[in-house]
């Protein structure tokens, strides 16, 4: 207890104090907790870019399988490099959609997170004033259900991880009757519109509570002003688990 107050007077003073990692309140805790409860084995991890989101979860103790998607090619280069020496965690060079075939992928100026199968919307600028397309280029798309016989995976204990920059609600169209068994969904959920036709966060909550998934949490990921989201990391957990 001494300890716990000692910490409180630090925080007051320094304007820091230490913290349980990850926090109990964040989104990695969040998605510990998933990952237990639901006993997860595999998690795709579909909109790579470069691997950092499967990187974290390596760094947060989980062992199990990871399966990574990235179209772009430099990113996936990054994400092959990062994948080679992990024997769980297998990488492809594709996106997932409602389709299988082909699509316009946008490339933007910056670090290649915000690269998209969709345009910029009215809102880009909020996330980013210097945003600007410089290329397009033909990728391969794919629907999960039709990929997921070469995946060896088991859908009661795969979680989905989606991050595809306002395609996430495709993703989940082409899973399927995947969405039955699959426990656990984390994806993006804008509040303003980054990307043009992308679904917002409420569009999001409403498709999944239709598909049988409850929003049980949401993480800020950007703002601006200082204080208005731009979007959220959404945690959805099936109600049928």
Known sequence: MWIKRLNLAAGR???????????????????????????VETILD?????????????????AAGIISFEPYAPSFAKLRVAAA????????QIALGSSDGSADFHIFNGDNQLTSMRVLGSHAA????TITELNKIEIEVRRLDTLWPSLE?????TMLKIDTQGYDLEVIEG????????????MECPVQAIYSG??????IAA???????????????????????????????????
Not at 175 to 186: F, H, K, N, T, Y
Not at 211 to 240: K, Q, S
């Open 13 to 39: 003073r320094f304007g820091m104090a230490i913290e349980q990692f990850p926090r109990r309140d964040s989104l990695d805790a969040e998605l510990n907790r998933v990952i237990n409860h639901f006993g």
């Open 46 to 62: 579909i909109g790579a870019h470069a691997g950092g989101f499967a990187e974290k979860r390596r760094l947060l103790g989980y």
């Open 85 to 92: 020496a992990d024997p769980r965690w297998d990488v492809h």
């Open 126 to 129: 909020l996330f980013d004033s």
């Open 153 to 157: 995976a088991n859908p009661t204990t």
């Open 175 to 186: 899973a399927g009757s995947l969405m039955v068994d699959i426990p656990c969904v984390l």
């Open 198 to 203: 992308a679904p917002l966060f409420e569009d």
């Open 207 to 241: 498709t999944m509570r239709s598909l049988g998934f409850e929003l049980t949490g949401a993480f800020p990921i950007h703002r601006y002003e200082g204080i208005r989201v731009i979007e959220f990391d959404c945690t959805f957990l099936n109600l049928r688990r």
